[in-house]
């Protein structure tokens, strides 16, 4: 394990986000939510914690579907991440606030999650990039 997946495993016993950094789509989400720099919650780039996301993996939670957000010990993941980081998600401004309840509070949320997922999959594809999954 290198020194970033130790870091990483580490600040994961605390409340986390687990996303792929190498992805604009799923970054920008994050940053909307507004919780870089936040003490009480770590975000953490799932490609620099090969060891968390395998754990999650094991455990069904596939980080090529869906980012991993735990909050209380409580695993949220698909459409439930989403809506996890739309209610704790401190938005700076009215567009975050709109990105935010739109992909996971509006009432099409669920219905929406796998196309942005697929999205995610085809965007990283074109950009020449690799899927996280072992």
Known sequence: MDRDDAAATANASHDYVLYDGACPACSRYIAATGLAGARDITLIDARS??????????????????????????????????????EIGRPATPAQRLLLWLVGKAPWADALYPALAAGRRGLLHLLGRPLIDP
């Open 49 to 86: 914690a090969p060891a968390l996301v395998a754990e999650h993996a094991a455990a069904g939670r596939k980080l090529d579907d869906s980012m991993v957000v735990s909050i209380d010990g409580v695993f949220h993941y698909g459409a439930d991440a989403t809506r996890k980081l739309a």
